[in-house]
């Protein structure tokens, strides 16, 4: 008989729940668990938000279901992996989109910044602890050991890859009843932190850093953001950050999965999302664009709705009111 590869799509009953119809609820909930985010809803009607979820030592499962559309930007702080969502959801990565598909899974890695346009529905994910998948990656894969880069990806499964993630995460499930035994609690967690770790090393959304540091991207990353008002260009970053342009561009590619000057302009728009919640008159939307660098308010308002859900202008409308 074949061994059952269905996920577990909803929440058992012993899950702990959080549910509202208040925005500002849902952000202020989301952003305690996984950091600082922006969430536009579209659409009329309640909201009808709920969150459930399962925690062990190392581990989360979490099922969110929203009675409407939504626009989600920000990063994780631990690796996630996104096994059920909506049909029609779209994740935005620097200039690469993908659609979510039936028969493949999406790993958000921590501190890349994606945008998940999403339509109403159930989606579901679990989470890892940073310390403890890269233990297990660097157990398994020398290559890795040293300077381990986690990639956001889209990732296609085949049968087996489907039927060892599906049985891990069923039989943490279970194992999180509150009567379980604790050491099968232990087993079964550390059988999900393999499958994952298996299943990035094989589609090689775990690899070994390329030609830059972590610690000079780290370094680079806080002076741009020191100096996002400030003129810049790729001859600057490189002398910053030590290197030559093709060592920095290969750098940001691996670890950001985007260019040196995209994450400049990526991080332009989100200290103007900042600008235009706080702005007060006389600032306007271009007056705020071209402080930033940006020459064209058309080009500025594609590239902030692309990345927030909403044009600049409804963004400076909502904070006015």
Not at 132 to 137: I, S, T, V
Not at 265 to 278: C, F, G, I, P, S
Request: with cysteine; aromatic share 6%.
């Amino acid at each position: 008989m074949a061994e059952d590869s269905s996920f577990p799509h909803s929440p058992p009953p012993w899950a702990q729940r959080f549910r509202t119809d208040d925005l500002d609820e849902v952000r202020a909930f989301v952003a305690a668990a996984v950091g600082d985010h922006s969430r536009i809803v579209r659409g009329t009607g309640p909201l009808g938000f709920e969150q459930a979820s399962l925690s062990g030592k190392s581990a989360t499962v979490g099922w969110v279901r929203s009675g409407l559309s939504s626009v989600l930007h920000g990063a994780v702080r631990d690796p996630t992996l996104h096994f059920g969502m909506p049909a029609g959801s779209i994740y935005r990565t620097g200039r690469r989109r993908h659609l979510a598909v039936a028969n493949a899974v999406t790993f958000v890695a921590p501190g890349w910044h994606y945008t998940l346009d999403r339509p109403p529905g159930v989606s579901s994910a679990f989470t890892i602890r940073c310390e403890m998948l890269a233990a297990e990656l660097a157990a398994r894969d020398p290559r890795v050991r040293f300077d381990p880069v986690l990639r956001t990806r889209s990732i296609a499964l085949d049968g087996d890859a489907r039927s060892g993630l599906a049985h891990a995460l069923r039989d943490f499930v279970m194992v999180t009843k509150p009567a379980a035994d604790r050491t099968a609690f232990a087993h079964a967690e550390a059988r999900l932190i393999s499958a994952l770790a298996g299943l990035l090393l094989a589609r090689e959304a775990a690899v070994r850093g390329q030609a830059v540091a972590a610690q000079r991207i780290a370094d680079l990353e806080a002076w741009i953001e020191a100096n996002l008002e400030a003129p810049i260009c790729i001859g600057q970053l490189c002398a910053v950050a030590g290197v030559g342009e093709r060592a920095l561009q290969k750098g940001f590619e691996c670890r950001r999965g985007m260019s040196p000057m995209r994450y400049v302009m990526e991080r332009r728009l989100a200290h103007a999302r900042r600008k235009l919640e706080l702005a007060r008159e006389p600032e306007n939307v271009t007056h705020i664009a071209l402080r930033l660098g940006f020459g064209h308010a058309g080009r500025f308002a594609v590239l902030y709705r692309q990345t927030y859900g909403e044009s600049p202008s409804q963004t400076l409308r909502r904070s006015r009111s």
